[in-house]
């Protein structure tokens, strides 16, 4: 996996919900998102924190049993919405 950037659970909740995934609820360690793709639910939990994830955190948020972006799918988010 190539090298992560620096991003917040913040800004990777926007970037989430921007590629189609759904908030479902808020809890003591982040928020909910689920997503439906081909015939599957996916389901990831993001700290909802002001700094930067810890890139363990961010590589598990990103691997195949949760969103299954991968460092690639993130940048790609990145690039086409920016982090704000």
Not at 25 to 31: F, I, Q
Not at 36 to 65: C, F, H, W, Y
């Amino acid at each position: 996996m190539a090298r992560l950037p620096a991003i917040t659970g913040k800004q990777l909740i926007k970037l989430l919900r921007k590629d189609g995934w759904i908030q479902k609820r808020r809890g003591d360690h982040g928020v909910l998102l689920t997503k439906k793709t081909g015939g599957e639910t996916r389901v990831t939990t993001v700290p909802d924190r002001s700094k930067s994830l810890p890139p363990s955190t961010l590589s598990a948020i990103l691997s195949p049993p949760q969103t299954a972006l991968g460092s690639s799918g993130l940048q790609r988010l990145i690039d086409e919405d920016g982090i704000k």
